[in-house]
């Protein structure tokens, strides 16, 4: 069964501002641009039958557009760093459109991923052995990174390609326009 996940991706011009940020550490894997996103909910594998059910929930009023701004890296992992990410200015509107994610899941009858909500955008996975130097270095030199703020007007269901050797692809099942 394919997983989904539902998502913002930025804008060209915002992915253009942070693709210079996807280098200066030696092993680490950086994310495709391609793939970069704002997850607002992750669903894990569906049947198809599922996945049609959230799409019709999603759909349902999903609220108005907003503007967002991307800020300041920082990682998950304090023992052992493992994902290095972008951080999401707070954004109450960015928020409620993650209640009306969850909402539209617990209507779906599909398990939506329990944990807090803690808004990023991942740039990089660390590997065994990466250099904790340069990475010190990249942490310390884009603490204060921003975007400019930019339109979030719509949203998208997201489906996972899997591959054995290099990313896995995400493919755009549907999209949901936030009025206003």
């Not at 942070?18 to 030696?26: H, T, W």
């Not at 607002?40 to 557009?65: C, K, M, Q, T």
């Not at 591959?163 to 999209?175: L, Q």
Request: proline share 7%.
């Amino acid at each position: 069964m394919p997983t989904y996940f539902a998502a913002i991706t930025p804008p060209e011009n915002i992915l253009d501002a942070v693709a210079p940020l996807q280098k200066g550490i030696e092993g680490v894997k950086w994310a495709p641009l391609d793939n970069l996103h704002i997850t607002v909910g992750y669903f894990g594998e569906l049947s198809d039958a599922y996945a049609e059910i959230l799409d019709r929930e999603l759909a349902r009023a999903p609220g108005y557009g907003f503007d967002m701004r991307l800020t300041g890296v920082d990682f998950f992992g304090s023992t052992r760093p493992h994902t290095l990410w972008l951080g999401v200015e707070d954004n109450p509107a960015l928020n409620r459109l993650h209640k009306h994610v969850r909402s539209a899941s617990r209507r779906s009858k599909v398990e939506m991923e329990a944990r807090k909500f803690r808004p990023h955008l991942s740039l990089a996975y660390l590997r065994r052995g990466y250099a904790k130097d340069d990475f010190e270095r990249y942490i310390r030199r884009h603490i204060r990174f921003k975007t400019e703020p930019f339109l979030v007007d719509e949203f998208s269901l997201y489906c996972v390609e899997p591959h054995k050797h290099g990313p896995n692809t995400y493919i755009k099942e549907a999209n949901y326009p936030l009025v206003g």
